[in-house]
DNA sequence: GTAAATTTGTGTTATATAACATACCTGCCA
DNA sequence: TGGCAGGTATGTTATATAACACAAATTTAC
């Protein structure tokens, strides 16, 4: 358990889009019904049918959402970082999670019960505008999404990955090592192709120079290709 | 131009789930920045890129919203019926839309500028909230979607098409036939398949008398056989 | 530190579905 | 009334990608 002090610098530094809506009072609120959560790699945060009971708040780390869809597969639906909010689309739809969440990588989480969201957002509008904002954003990207995964070619998908993954975690120092590394197997779950063509059309990236890969570690040569590459081929 | 008499009564009737969240003070707001507009069949409402400015509301008729993809493609997003509300997502993502509407057949339509849609948010809750869940189920449904048309054989993504028709727009007095009659071409775009394997696939449930076509009228007779067709092959 | 498990890589085959070609039907309007 | 446009139907071919099989490399576990 951490002190309250250490609570409150975390939760002033980095919440900070949502924070900003709060009024002394409603922080305080925030305050008394945060708690804090490390998950390991892999470990899952909630599972699909799971009821919906918390606001989680990525603090540390990486998440993936997902579905486990036919058969084997997976679909990797979207990704966070510190400092993103997850887990409350399920329960303002009233349902259970249509999807999972899982950590990355070690990750530390935030998260406070949805009732009490659900009363701070009944007596303060501008945190009911940050959330239809979030969902607004959210629903246009699945809707893009679907066009992207069903028409797009292979390559097409992949270079989407990519783009995605230099625009969710950035780039280290060196303007071109992607700083999220992940499995050839989640690089296929996020682009909706088998890990043998993830692997494959990963290795004709590289013979095109669009890309550099030393193990799990990729680096971005042509982005403008990459880009051009979703557009087109 | 219809009277106001008239806006009254079709407002207060069928804008119902949004109506009730106002008060008598907001409801003079909304009747009086109501507009109705009739569009003809195949009409576009707004389209791709353009620049959010209304909450459309569908008093009559059916409207398809959906995203022009690779080639000449086509991909069918949501469909609206009456008393639905639509064209407010890309308003709230402050973007451009995503995707485009259209009248299925001629359908009445009213609009309300969202500026005033946001001012009345603003001050009350309820809407704030109705929007939430709107964005909330909608976000659960494109996701969910994604799985479905990524994964499954086309099979079960036109018995998922059909079930979805039946769900959304209802069957006949006799309890079977479609109330919707839509081209094949755009049963293929719901169902991400080509216009020929919609027709085949429409044959093929046919001959297993899933269902009776006859023109763009189709009688469900199996509707259990469907379900287990979506679900597994 | 070595065995086991997982991940990565590559070749081959199978198959679902798109693409293409063509014909027919039906309503429309000139 | 006849031809034209749009939609429906069906057969054939092409192809993108999954499925499978296996080997090598790397990580994990005991």
Same mark, same amino acid.
């Given at each position: !358990?951490?002190?309250? $002090?250490?609570?409150?610098? @975390?939760?002033?530094?980095? !919440?900070?889009?949502?924070? $900003?809506?709060?009024?002394?009072?409603?922080?305080?609120?925030?305050?008394?019904?945060?708690?804090?959560?490390?998950?390991?790699?892999?470990?899952?945060?909630?599972?699909e049918?799971?009821?919906?009971?918390?606001?989680?708040? =990525?603090?540390?780390?990486?998440?993936?959402?997902?579905?486990?869809?036919?058969?084997? *597969?997976?679909?990797?639906? *979207?990704?966070?970082?510190?400092?993103?909010?997850?887990?409350?689309? +399920?329960?303002? +739809?009233?349902?259970?999670?249509?999807?999972?969440?899982?950590?990355?990588?070690?990750?530390t989480?935030?998260?406070?019960?949805?009732?009490?969201?659900?009363?701070?957002?009944?007596?303060?509008?501008?945190l009911?505008?940050?959330?239809?904002?979030?969902?607004?954003?959210?629903?246009?990207?699945?809707?893009?999404?679907?066009?992207?995964?069903?028409?797009?070619? @292979? *390559?097409?998908?992949? +270079?989407?990955?990519? =783009?995605?993954?230099?625009?969710?975690?950035?780039?280290?120092?060196?303007? $071109?090592?992607?700083?999220?590394? !992940?499995?050839?197997?989640?690089?296929?779950?996020? $682009?909706?192709?088998?890990?043998?063509?993830?692997?494959?059309?990963?290795?004709?990236?590289?013979?095109?120079?669009?890309?550099?890969?030393?193990?799990?570690? &990729?680096? &971005?040569?042509?982005?403008?290709? =990459? *880009?051009?590459?979703?557009?087109?081929?």
């Open positions: !358990m951490i002190k309250k $002090s250490t609570f409150e610098q @975390i939760i002033s530094q980095d !919440m900070a889009e949502m924070w $900003s809506a709060l009024r002394p009072n409603e922080k305080r609120i925030v305050t008394d019904n945060f708690s804090i959560q490390n998950f390991k790699k892999n470990q899952i945060i909630y599972a049918k799971d009821n919906p009971e918390m606001l989680w708040c =990525l603090l540390k780390g990486k998440v993936k959402m997902y579905k486990n869809g036919i058969g084997d *597969r997976v679909q990797i639906l *979207r990704l966070y970082r510190p400092v993103q909010y997850f887990g409350y689309r +399920a329960y303002f +739809a009233r349902e259970p999670y249509v999807s999972s969440a899982a950590a990355f990588e070690p990750s989480l935030g998260a406070i019960p949805m009732e009490v969201v659900e009363d701070l957002i009944k007596g303060n509008n501008d009911a505008m940050f959330f239809i904002h979030e969902l607004s954003r959210n629903l246009g990207g699945s809707d893009t999404k679907i066009v992207s995964l069903t028409q797009k070619h @292979i *390559r097409g998908r992949l +270079a989407d990955a990519l =783009l995605l993954l230099i625009e969710n975690y950035g780039l280290e120092d060196d303007e $071109s090592t992607l700083k999220i590394y !992940m499995s050839r197997e989640d690089l296929a779950n996020l $682009s909706n192709m088998t890990t043998s063509n993830a692997i494959r059309t990963l290795g004709a990236f590289v013979n095109e120079k669009l890309i550099l890969v030393d193990g799990r570690r &990729i680096k &971005i040569i042509n982005q403008a290709q =990459l *880009r051009k590459i979703s557009k087109f081929g």
